[in-house]
């Protein structure tokens, strides 16, 4: 193993068949990873040349470009001046703290794999000892090199500290497994595991598949922690071909063609229920306009009767017209 300071550190101590108790071995590895990590940050500060990519990073030369330009429009507007003096302060500070070599906090979509010590960097966004040990491991089982913020290699994306709202993974690999390193320190208490089974079910109930990795695995066998990754990683890729081969049978032809035909028949029986339906309520509707005139002309009927019965004259009158018209 090779420490952020470029020196050798031989690991044959953590090597889990030499005759050195877990206990001392984890001492050492814990030492080893402290010291390393005070240095990461003097690594990526040290003195060195100004280079262009430098000045790149921090946008000088873009805004050295406003900076002028602003200088230019304060003489139409004075106010402008104002905006060109802090544009002034700020490039100062900036290219001081480039000059003399000062580190700044750098995501890791600025890391690319020309710069000289990116894996340094990447080692930095790592929590703990076990986290460090695993990414060692999957960087060298898969080549991976960082692109955009991630590792990329054989067949595998890894992605580290992704905030998934409102937590934060320690590792995602393939967009859709999620990787937890978990120490027995606080990751074994019952509180410890009611938690972590809540956050496993959110992240499963938004489509990510989740591992647990405990953290003795990638500090004393990588090989096997490597492994159960590769095989959840295999099952997820199985899912995903079962998925995409039932969304392409769904899309096939004779599928769609079938799926239309039983859409229009079933349309076309719907349609006929309707029509059925919107007949016999006008029937029925009908049929109740009938009996309601019926009833309404034989009540009419009896008043006028009542009323011959209870006026002679107008009986007559009535009996005379009913002769003359028939």
Not at 29 to 48: C, G, M, N, P, Y
Not at 197 to 226: C, E, M, N, W
Not at 261 to 283: I, Q, Y
Request: hydrophobic content about 40%.
């Amino acid at each position: 193993m090779r420490s952020s300071t470029g020196h050798n550190f031989h690991c044959d101590h953590f090597h889990p068949n030499k005759n050195v108790d877990v206990l001392s071995r984890k001492k050492m590895f814990l030492f080893h990873w402290h010291w390393q990590h005070a240095t990461v940050e003097k690594t990526i500060s040290s003195d060195r040349p100004l280079k262009l990519k430098d000045l790149r990073r921090d946008n000088i030369p873009l805004r050295t470009g406003i900076f002028l330009a602003s200088i230019a429009v304060g003489f139409a507007f004075p106010l402008a001046f104002l905006f060109s003096a802090v544009m002034a302060f700020a490039l100062y500070s900036d290219l001081v703290s480039i000059a003399r070599g000062e580190s700044r906090p750098i995501s890791l979509e600025d890391i690319s794999v020309e710069d000289d010590n990116w894996l340094e960097r990447f080692h930095a966004a790592c929590e703990s000892p076990a986290e460090k040990a695993f990414l060692d491991a999957m960087i060298s089982r898969h080549s991976l090199t960082p692109s955009r913020g991630q590792l990329t290699g054989s067949g595998v994306k890894l992605e580290l500290q992704v905030p998934i709202y409102p937590y934060r993974l320690d590792f995602l690999a393939n967009e859709r497994l999620v990787i937890e390193i978990d120490g027995a320190a606080y990751h074994s208490s019952a509180e410890a595991i009611e938690r972590d089974t809540k956050r496993d079910q959110y992240l499963h109930s938004k489509g990510y598949q989740v591992l647990r990795i405990p953290a003795k695995h990638p500090l004393f066998k990588p090989d096997f922690a490597i492994s159960l990754v590769e095989d959840a990683i295999e099952d997820l890729n199985r899912a995903n071909a079962h998925r995409t081969a039932k969304i392409k049978e769904n899309l096939h032809p004779t599928s769609v063609w079938y799926a239309a035909k039983k859409g229009l028949s079933d349309f076309s029986d719907g349609l006929s229920k309707v029509t059925a339906e919107v007949h016999r309520k006008a029937e029925e509707q009908k049929e109740k306009d009938r009996i309601a005139v019926e009833m309404e002309t034989e009540r009419r009927m009896k008043a006028i009767q009542e009323e011959l019965d209870a006026d002679e004259e107008l009986r007559e009158i009535f009996e005379k017209l009913e002769r003359e018209f028939k």
